[in-house]
């Protein structure tokens, strides 16, 4: 399994900027579709974005879409997530997450066997 370190949560007014990291352990990296999740306070974990090893293909959740940007550095395993035009209701714990495989539909935390600890975003208003 791959160790997993977000980083790059934090407090930010609605309109600002983040960029979340994640930090993998191991030499797979580039073998692991890599996927971003978030848990807002009493709700479930929600997909976020998904990539694909290569990092040639990329997947959002629609409220995200056009705000935030995956990506990733096999060279340096490492996951990133770019987020613009934050809002309030993009407050939750971030979470990465490394799968054996990248898919679009249907894609959830059942694709992922190993997870981050979690980095929190808060967005004011």
């Known amino acids: 399994q791959v160790q997993l370190v977000e980083s790059g949560g934090g407090l930010v007014q609605a309109g600002g900027s983040l960029r979340l990291s994640c930090a993998a352990s191991?030499?797979?990296?580039?073998?692991?579709?890599m996927g971003w999740f978030r848990q807002a306070p009493g709700k479930e974990r929600a997909f976020v974005a998904v990539?694909?090893?290569?990092?040639?293909?990329?997947y959002y959740a629609e409220s995200v879409k056009a705000r935030f940007t995956i990506s990733r550095d096999n060279a340096r395993n490492t996951l990133y997530l770019q987020m613009n035009s934050l809002k309030p209701e993009d407050t939750a714990v971030y979470y990465c997450?490394?799968?054996?495989?990248?898919?679009?539909?249907?894609?959830?935390?059942?694709?992922?066997?190993?997870w981050g600890q979690g980095t929190q975003v808060t967005v004011s208003s």
């Open positions: 191991g030499r797979t990296f580039s073998s692991y579709a």
């Open positions: 997450a490394a799968g054996s495989r990248f898919r679009r539909a249907g894609v959830g935390d059942a694709d992922f066997g190993s």
């Open positions: 990539i694909s090893g290569s990092g040639g293909s990329t």
